[in-house]
Structures are given as structure tokens and as C-alpha cells.
């Protein structure tokens, strides 16, 4: 009997990842339309019900069982879907079709799910692919995007990598999970990674002066910058520049968000954080933020900064002593100034922030430029 179901199980999956190829080959056009809106999700399953009827041919029963993974699938992301939903789960990896990684609570360890075969995880990547309207030819063997529409609760940022680049023969799969509601201080308070005493101090100074926040990768950074800047006055206009769709709002009636728009092999159109940067550089506002800064766009920051401009920026630096100097790299790459001439500059960010397995580690005030050192004199505050 178990030997019966089992078959049975196996024959209901084959059919569903027949019905995806369908969806991903043929009828690609109709998968488009619903992803753009054009094709409403209630038109789009009747249309899928409809070619299940036809060419299928199955009982009713056993179609609408079809229809209903289908469904699932499509809304959502197959087998890895109860890791989507999982609230303490922040990352995915699939490093190979029987091997799924995720961090859950900090920790990285193995899932409890994984694909049938290569085959179906292939097919999965590239339905994934088509939902996100992303080419994987050749010319795209890396990509990077974003789906904000698909979960109620997290914006899904991808990073997928096909076998073109990859040592092994098959893709690799990078999935992070930004909650849509995010903690706000009181709440980081709570999770202890700062106390109110240090919560009010970094308040205080994110409104009086520009903030660096440094720290190592998923240690906490962006975490911090978007509850501070729930905190700005809502009579203060806020532009936020960012490579993905990480730092949003869920309070401030003033914030702008702008996200870079890599170009393709087929597409060459492109907006980097440079670009975007220059743009709010123009643009009427009263604090300018950058999500993560990792290139040639920290020159406009520091522009900005040294202008008078309230800024903040997060970016990866190993201890808080490396971030200035890590900044300053990144501002080379376009500018005509000396290496002196930058650090100088950087003294207009007056709090400099280092985070660490999600805590506040060091607070350090800006006290200017040392002539005698060359260097930029800090003061740690905690």
C-alpha cells in the first residue's frame, strides 16, 4: 500500500514539473502576463485548468490535485516555499539540487528539503528565471534580483549562478529574505543588540550629523540603519539609494527609495548606485542615504557629507578602525583627489557605528583631522 502511494506521489510530481515546462516553453507568454498584471491570478488558473482538461486528461479529482500544486508552485517557490515562510530562516542556499543550506537564527545548517532530481531543480531555476523576467543565457550566467511581490512577508532577494561560471555542473542559488516589517529601535532594544541608553545617543546623533555603520556580512548593519532612519522627523525629506530592495518604510511620510538596474548581455541599459547618487546629489532633500556602499559612489556620498548634507551609509569593513579607510578606496575610483584630501573629507561623518553578530559592538565621535598623523582622530563614546 505505502509502495502504491509512494508512485503515486512520484506520477503527481512528474505531471507538475510537465505542467511547468509547459508554463516555462510554450506558454511562457501567459507566465509574463501575470507576472506583469496583465493576466489576473483568478484568469490565469482558469486558463491553466483549461490546458490541464485538455491535455492532461485526467479525473476532475486528480486535475484539480494537479491545479492545486500548480497554484502552489507558481505563487510561490516550490519546494523551498516552507523555508520562505519560515520567520526564522533569513537565508537560503542551493548548492546542488540535494543539498539546500539555510542560516536560520544566526546558524548555518542543512534544510530538511530538497529537489528529486537535477532535472527538477534545473526546471525550477528556470521558472524562477521566467517569474522574474531575468535571462540566464550565456551572456547572464550571473544574475541578480529581486522579487518584492510574490511573499506577504519578506522581499526575496536573489543571487543565482549557472554552470557556465560555476566548477560544478550546476546552478547555485543565493536567497535573502528582507522582512517587510522590520524592528524598529524599541524592538532592537528588546533583541538586545543595544541598550536605551546607547539606542537614545545613536538617535540623537543620526539627526545631528552624518553616520557610518561598518561590519562584517549578515552582522547586522542594515538591520540598525532602517530602524534609525524610522526615527528622522517627518518634516524631513529622505532619498534612499540601494543596490537591492532592503531598506524600506513603514512610518515616514517623506522617503523616496531608488534601486541600481544592472544591465544585461541583450540589454544594455544600466543604473549603478554612481548614477543613482550623482541624481540625488540634485534632488530636494534633507537626508541622503545609501543602503550599502560598495564603489565608486562613495565620492557623492562624501560630497554630499561635506556639503553640509545629513548622510548615512552602511558598508563592509572588518573592524570600525577599516571602515574610513575602506570608504576612501571606494571614493578613489573616480576622484581627482589625494588620499589625504579624501580623509579629510570623511571627518564630516561624525558617528562611526561597528556591528557585530547582530550587536552594537563601539560608538566612536569624529574629533577632525590630525595634520601631524595624517590621520582622522576618533573617540570612542561606548
Known sequence: MKKIKTEQVAAQEDLLQQLVSDYTTQKQQSLMQMKKGQLSKEAFLAEAAGHIAAYYKRSKKQDQQLLDAFEQYVFGYSRLSKLIDDRTVSDIRVVGYDNVRIKRKGQRMAADVSFSSPREYRQFIDYIATKNQVNISNLNAIQRFTDNESHPDFILRFTLSMPLVNTYNEPYLCIRKVPRVFPQMKELIAQEMLDRETAELLVSRFREGSTLICGGNSSGKTTLLNALKETLPDNMAVLVAQQADELTTMF??????????????????????????????????????IGEVKGAEALYLLNAAYTGQLCAATIHAPSADRAPDKLVDYAMYRSRYSRDELMKMLDCFRTLVFVEHYKVKEIFDCRGWDPASRSLSYERIY
Open 252 to 289: 515616514h511620510p517623506d522617503m523616496m527609495f531608488l534601486h541600481s538596474m544592472p544591465g544585461s548581455g541583450e540589454q544594455q541599459i544600466s543604473y549603478d548606485l554612481e548614477h543613482i547618487s550623482i541624481a540625488g546629489l540634485t534632488m530636494d532633500v534633507d537626508f541622503f542615504i
